[in-house]
């Protein structure tokens, strides 16, 4: 029998696994949900979208997908901020702790969505130098020195002076 050889094969692996439903008209639909106010979990809960696994590895593994994906959680808080403005205007005194109730929600959520636009503004105003070395004041006792002195000399502190 002859021996036999291994020859490379020319052909291309075929890809394990599902296709892949990513594609830039996919993110785009994505986004412009999100920024229409839908969850991620929303979007992925419907038969044709991926699972929510898979947008976040899209997130981690694609540049321009997450940049599209900010953008449109910032368009999300801005909707939510105007939503706040129409609730708002919209009150009247039958109503008004619901359209508070409403107001303050989707203030809690813009201001998660987009901290640095709509969240609380935490300034730290410090004014002067700040020593941040302790300052240790120790105080021996008169008395104990004195007492430390006789114990090794055998004399009094007076009488060596």
């Not at 599902?18 to 986004?31: G, H, N, V």
């Not at 939503?83 to 702790?97: F, G, M, Q, R, Y």
């Not at 935490?122 to 302790?134: A, C, I, L, R, S």
Request: net charge neutral; proline share 6%.
């Amino acid at each position: 029998m002859p021996p036999r050889t291994k020859t490379p094969s020319t052909q291309v692996p075929a890809k394990i696994g599902r296709p892949t439903k990513y594609s830039l008209e996919w993110a785009e639909q994505f986004c412009a949900r999100i920024a229409e106010g839908q969850s991620v979990a929303e979007i992925c809960g419907r038969r044709d979208q991926p699972s929510q696994q898979s947008v976040y590895t899209w997130l981690r593994e694609d540049e321009d997908f997450l940049e599209r994906y900010a953008r449109a959680r910032d368009a999300q808080a801005d909707k939510l901020f105007k939503e706040c403005l129409e609730i708002a205007d919209k009150a009247t005194p039958e109503n008004v702790s619901v359209a508070r109730l409403q107001v303050d929600t989707r203030k809690w959520a813009a201001a998660r969505l987009a901290p640095k636009k709509y969240g609380d503004r935490v300034e730290h105003d410090h004014k002067g130098g700040v020593n941040f070395q302790p300052q240790i004041l120790i105080q021996c006792s008169r008395d104990r020195e004195e007492e430390q002195i006789k114990i090794a000399t055998h004399h009094e502190p007076s009488e060596l002076q």
